[in-house]
């Protein structure tokens, strides 16, 4: 028997990335978001929502662009920093002494310091309510060769990326692997 | 220095969500999704993004609503068969013995033996290109008494849900707490 809960954004996991922008004076900004998901394969395409009053939003409605990091789990402090403070009054790369590097497929920096960024422009816009909801189109993903499998593709226990729990809103690692997709369910 | 890996949607965490509906004669269904994620907090959304020849795609249309049912990791071989197989010529819920629930909130059935469950009405379809992505207005979440903790929220560590790794599509645990957000980043 279950227990009804109410409506309530409680699902998961959600992912914890730093969505990257340029302000109008084109000072590198972050912020941590985990509304967030990949939504098309082709193009392929990434959302990402974030809410009228950050200050993120104003420099992805006027650069039509942003960017992904992914933090390490040894990172968190880092990735949770990003979602503490508002880049109207805090440069937040220069606080965290990371290192925005400017794309140059899309007018948006990323963090070189986290070990996967996605490069993304702005294909739709959808208002949900107190969040706005931004489609990118990833034009390319770049990863450190450290993070990278014999194949040349990123291993997700090299990457560790960070699990958002929303409820309790604390944060988690990744653990092990369950078995391959599309294959494990034969067996039902 | 950063490898360039192409124009992937390669990124982590993303999550094993089924998502249950009901076809034109009335028959259970679910689906197993990746690209999809939390999307406004007020109104509650979460999007799920459907290839157009699915045949959830035409349920979901039909109904304008669905669930999602997140399964546990030691469900994971379910969770991947609701992925392999379509609801044309398989019933699934049959085939996996699951118990198909009538949502007494919208027009789709979750699996009442996963433990975490959301109940959506459609609120917007966007038309992305090899995905369509339906927002849906979270109207309750309800969950299996066992995975609940002393405040009677989800405790994540009792779900236990399932991240998908694209790229090398490998399903992985959720790992240790990492810490508190909105607090372990003021240490910066």
């Not at 004076?25 to 990949?38: D, K, L, S, Y």
Request: with cysteine.
């Amino acid at each position: 028997m279950k227990r009804s809960l109410g409506a309530k954004t409680l699902i998961y996991p959600t992912p914890t990335w730093i969505v990257g922008s340029y302000d109008k004076q084109g000072r590198p900004n972050g912020m941590t978001a985990a509304w967030a998901g990949i939504c098309c394969s082709d193009p392929p395409c990434v959302a990402v929502s974030l809410r009228k009053a950050t200050y993120s939003y104003g420099s992805l409605i006027n650069r039509q662009a942003f960017t992904i990091s992914v933090p390490s789990q040894d990172q968190v402090k880092l990735a949770d920093y990003f979602g503490l403070v508002t880049g109207r009054d805090t440069e937040k790369f220069a606080a965290t002494r990371l290192t925005p590097v400017r794309s140059d497929l899309v007018d948006a920096p990323y963090v070189a310091e986290f070990p996967l960024v996605l490069e993304c422009k702005v294909l739709h816009i959808l208002e949900l309510g107190l969040h706005t909801q931004f489609v990118g189109e990833i034009l390319d993903v770049k990863a450190d060769e450290e993070v990278l499998d014999e194949a040349g593709m990123p291993d997700i226990l090299k990457v560790l990326p960070i699990v958002f729990s929303p409820g309790n809103r604390l944060y988690y690692g990744v653990g092990a692997s369950l078995g391959h997709a599309f294959a494990v369910g034969k067996e039902i």
